[in-house]
């Protein structure tokens, strides 16, 4: 006789619509981020902007990107993840609106700076969102499945915005996606509930050891202190640990992200259209590297979440050093490198800002501590536009490539200080 939990198969249906719409939520963001990389080539050629000019356009976004990780934290914290993700959908639509429309330099600053702040919502909340309605048992797992997200996500919007741009041009690619991320931000506000108590219901961690029959963990009953959850993030090790190693993460993975077209087309001699299409078997791998390293994570290492990082982490150190070795490795083999790189850095990435940050930030701070892991990292992120715009320039490809290793061997090593730490409840 199956054991029924109560509201069992409310809960059911409301698990299942928190995981689909955070999961487009987040991937719908990426409509309005990884189109600039499709069409940075061609936005540079039409109003005559350096690579460098370029980088600094990335870093102007990643920047505020960065600082906004740590409002949007504790906001999501303040206000609920849902209404916070659905407001920055719909910021980030304007925003693109206005980068579409964009002349000049001046104008794209302006608009890739206040498309940073709204983007920095979505992490935050949808981590918070996630968290509220999934146990932290078997949260390695499902997230890692949901981390597909921001694969997926830069797949499709890759996918359209290259479309687009060879079908109408570059300001296509902002306005088209603006619409779609726009009208999904206000189904997002008025469907998604931020947790199970505003439907009714028991907490999830209360629901999980019911349905499988285990004994539930004992829950903190204090009433909610914004500031000290704040105080317990910033005091934490481990969050600090998964921070200082995602700078490295986001730093390599952000690079590809919006400089890997870039480079197949003016250093390799791809097409826009073809260059667009390439760099998307990285994010392809991402999903397959996402998931492996979630159910590893949970099934393998029993919710310790450092080893399958470290182990990747060294695995793609490899891999990148043979990459900058052998840059020029025609189609197919250019493919199977992406393919491998991919999967290598996604699987540790996904684990680092989303399981692991959220299982350290516990349910109460979850949104602080995804926001906070994030915002370091997008810290690195933000130093990759301007940092890779003067290196590409000054020494080349090759010595781009060569910086991404040493990097990979100090996330691996900061992550190893991590290995037998064990999330409480797992």
Same mark, same amino acid.
């Given at each position: 006789m199956t054991?029924?939990a109560p509201?069992?198969?409310?809960y059911?249906?409301?698990?299942?619509?928190?995981?689909?719409?955070t999961?487009?939520a !987040?991937?719908?963001?990426?409509?309005c981020?990884?189109n600039?990389?499709?069409?940075?080539?061609?936005?540079?050629?039409?109003?005559g902007?350096?690579?460098v000019?370029?980088g600094?356009?990335?870093?102007?976004?990643?920047a505020?990107?960065?600082?906004?990780?740590?409002?949007?934290?504790?906001l999501?914290?303040?206000?609920?993840?849902?209404r916070l993700? $659905?407001?920055?959908l719909?910021?980030?639509?304007?925003?693109?609106v206005?980068?579409?429309s964009?002349? =000049?330099?001046?104008?794209?600053?302006?608009?890739?700076?206040v498309?940073g702040?709204?983007?920095?919502?979505?992490?935050?909340g +949808?981590?918070?969102?996630?968290?509220?309605?999934?146990a932290?048992?078997?949260r $390695?797992?499902?997230?890692?499945w949901w981390?597909? +997200?921001?694969q997926a996500?830069?797949?499709?919007?890759?996918?359209?915005?290259?479309?687009?741009?060879a079908e !109408?041009?570059?300001?296509? #690619?902002f306005?088209v996606?603006?619409?779609?991320i726009? =009208?999904?931000?206000l189904?997002?506000l008025k469907?998604?509930?931020?947790s199970?108590?505003?439907a009714?219901l028991?907490?999830?961690e209360?629901?999980?050891?019911?349905?499988t029959?285990?004994?539930p963990p004992v829950?903190?009953?204090?009433?909610p202190d914004?500031?000290?959850?704040?105080?317990?993030?910033?005091?934490s090790?481990?969050i600090?640990?998964l921070?200082l190693t !995602?700078?490295?993460?986001?730093?390599?993975?952000?690079s590809f &992200?919006?400089?890997?077209?870039?480079?197949?087309s003016?250093a390799?001699?791809?097409?826009d259209?073809?260059?667009?299409?390439t760099?998307l078997i990285?994010?392809?791998?991402?999903i397959?590297g996402?998931v492996?390293?979630g159910?590893?994570?949970d099934?393998?290492?029993g919710?310790r979440?450092a080893?399958?990082c470290? &182990?990747?982490?060294?695995?793609?150190a490899?891999?990148?050093f043979g990459?900058s070795a052998m840059?020029?490795? $025609?189609?197919?083999?250019?493919?199977?490198?992406?393919?491998?790189?991919?999967?290598l &850095? !996604?699987?540790?990435?996904?684990?680092?800002?989303?399981?692991?940050a959220?299982?350290?930030?516990?349910?109460?701070? #979850?949104?602080?501590?995804a926001?906070?892991?994030n915002g370091l990292?997008?810290?690195?992120?933000a130093?990759?536009?301007?940092?890779?715009?003067?290196v590409?320039?000054?020494w080349?490809?090759?010595?781009?490539?060569?910086?991404?290793?040493?990097?990979? &061997?100090? $996330?691996?090593l900061?992550m190893?200080?991590?290995?037998n730490?064990?999330?409480q409840? #797992?």
């Amino acid at each position: 006789m199956t054991h029924q939990a109560p509201g069992q198969r409310q809960y059911r249906i409301l698990r299942i619509q928190a995981f689909a719409m955070t999961w487009l939520a !987040y991937a719908g963001f990426y409509f309005c981020r990884a189109n600039w990389s499709i069409v940075k080539s061609a936005v540079g050629e039409d109003l005559g902007l350096s690579t460098v000019e370029l980088g600094q356009l990335d870093t102007t976004y990643l920047a505020l990107y960065a600082v906004g990780q740590f409002v949007s934290g504790w906001l999501g914290d303040r206000i609920g993840g849902a209404r916070l993700v $659905g407001l920055g959908l719909i910021l980030t639509a304007l925003c693109n609106v206005a980068l579409g429309s964009s002349h =000049g330099m001046l104008f794209l600053v302006a608009g890739f700076a206040v498309n940073g702040l709204a983007q920095s919502a979505g992490w935050p909340g +949808c981590a918070k969102t996630f968290s509220q309605w999934f146990a932290q048992r078997e949260r $390695g797992q499902v997230m890692g499945w949901w981390c597909t +997200c921001y694969q997926a996500g830069y797949v499709l919007a890759g996918l359209l915005a290259t479309w687009l741009l060879a079908e !109408y041009g570059w300001r296509t #690619a902002f306005f088209v996606p603006a619409l779609l991320i726009g =009208g999904f931000g206000l189904v997002f506000l008025k469907v998604q509930k931020p947790s199970p108590s505003s439907a009714g219901l028991p907490s999830v961690e209360s629901y999980y050891a019911q349905v499988t029959g285990t004994e539930p963990p004992v829950e903190d009953a204090a009433p909610p202190d914004p500031w000290g959850d704040t105080l317990l993030v910033l005091k934490s090790r481990d969050i600090w640990t998964l921070g200082l190693t !995602y700078v490295v993460l986001k730093f390599i993975r952000y690079s590809f &992200i919006f400089w890997l077209p870039f480079y197949l087309s003016n250093a390799l001699g791809y097409s826009d259209e073809e260059a667009g299409y390439t760099s998307l078997i990285f994010g392809v791998a991402g999903i397959a590297g996402a998931v492996f390293a979630g159910t590893v994570s949970d099934r393998v290492h029993g919710g310790r979440r450092a080893p399958i990082c470290v &182990i990747m982490m060294g695995l793609l150190a490899v891999a990148l050093f043979g990459f900058s070795a052998m840059p020029d490795l $025609g189609r197919v083999g250019m493919g199977v490198a992406l393919f491998g790189i991919g999967f290598l &850095i !996604y699987g540790p990435d996904s684990v680092a800002a989303g399981v692991a940050a959220v299982d350290f930030g516990t349910k109460r701070a #979850a949104s602080k501590a995804a926001g906070m892991v994030n915002g370091l990292g997008s810290i690195g992120a933000a130093l990759s536009g301007v940092v890779i715009g003067y290196v590409s320039d000054g020494w080349g490809w090759s010595a781009v490539f060569n910086l991404f290793v040493p990097l990979t &061997i100090i $996330g691996a090593l900061l992550m190893a200080t991590m290995w037998n730490r064990v999330p409480q409840g #797992a």
